[in-house]
């Protein structure tokens, strides 16, 4: 494998940095190349604005349009460039982050808002009577598979199908599905570790071994079962899932899962 | 009313810029005290890291812990202690951002991480067996109000309720409930524009006009009715919603709601 790891905690000697770490040592070891983006330590800009896009920044700014026409033109900033040639080099991607606020820490969206420009991570592709351009299942990163590693401060229990803070695979499902599934990787189920606010180092060795268990077995991990989107479970252009596909009683984010 | 508007775009003629003006105007002219947090203006620091903590932040940093030991101290930055004194003025909170990859933008993203603090934002209150410290729907900003307003690129029928990007309501449902309800925030239905990436000029009349009646019509506006945590709904400490007070075959993130 040729696994790309972002990163995004400021703190090296933390619960997310220790895993990031055993993470690299447990690919390499068995023989994986690894690349790391380690923001904290990049420095890196998390803030979307004109000085992106170069000379195709535009006045007004228009986000979307000036990262397209940026990109088609090699214009982006270099971190940007660099982070986009990382996930073209990679086929396995892993985020590595704390739950806060149940969403990525700032500098990890602010990777997310830059890095996926226009015509690299959306408006890819075109649009027909039966294909609404490439995404969800398609486009520039189809083929590579990516994995979400987050800590949450909570138990367990409070991210359980009752449980008050919502259900963890819900809580991800933008994440999943809206960010990584949309430009076209396949997403492996999360490996979430609760309750850390009060974890200790007593802790540790067992969160190690169940860490390095799933980093040895993700290339025979089956990936969240999401809905293609031009393959005929949705209308074309109302993107509405047809009549029937579903399991009886399902609803919300569960009707974009399979079976 | 007083009103915080936090405001996240990099464009003073953008569509979310617009509409921020348009509720300052709007507001003022109705005999309402508006303050305004813009954020790219200000050049607000996204990133949550030591310096935030000054003499409490400890090595490791550890952030929750230092975050509170600040808040406590009266050493968090200048920045950071002034959009608490924000909050803590308003009645009314107004959130204004373009929705970026299903959330907000990280520059909005690193205002709630950085201001919404230890012992300010969450840590607060008691535990006990009937109660599991101050939040979802009481804790330091109970009494107030909050409201998103949110431009979406693609089209309405992408966030109906079988829409392929997932309904709306729970695509907003971690910052509704998981962001502004967990604090004490009572939240009012969002108001969304979709489809702008295809706005011209010619549609906003209609854009403001609708705005318009929204801010003027915000202290008679019901909120959306969470469940209050420590009120009987749910199990201490597992916090899952007790069994039967959920309508037949609702799950996921609508248990969290009322009838």
Known sequence: ????????????????????????????????QVRVSDLYAMNWKAVVDAADYGPDASSPLRVARDSGRAFEAGTLTPDVRAEQQKLLWADTVILQ??????????????????VFTHHFGYGVGEHSDTRYGERYGEGTLAGRRALLSV????????????????????????????????????????????????????DYPAVAEAWQQRL??????????????????YEIPSLHLKEGLEPAG?????????G
């Open 216 to 233: 040895l077995t993700l290339e025979s991990t089956e990936p969240i079962a999401f809905r293609r989107q031009n393959f005929g479970d």
């Open 1 to 32: 494998m040729k696994t790309l790891i972002v990163h995004a905690h400021p703190e090296p000697k933390s619960l997310n940095s220790s895993l990031k770490d055993l993470a690299v040592s447990t690919l390499e070891g068995a023989g994986h």
């Open 97 to 114: 982050f704390p739950l806060w606020w149940y969403a990525m820490p700032a500098i990890l969206k602010g990777w997310v808002d830059r």
């Open 250 to 258: 399902r609803t919300g984010f569960g009707l974009h899962l399979l």
């Open 151 to 202: 800590t949450a401060g909570g138990p367990a229990a409070h991210y359980a199908a009752r449980g008050i803070n919502g259900p963890i695979d819900d809580l991800l499902f933008p994440i999943h599905h809206g960010i990584l599934y949309y430009p076209g990787l396949e997403v492996l189920p999360p490996f979430v570790l609760y309750g850390t606010d009060r974890m200790t180092e007593d």
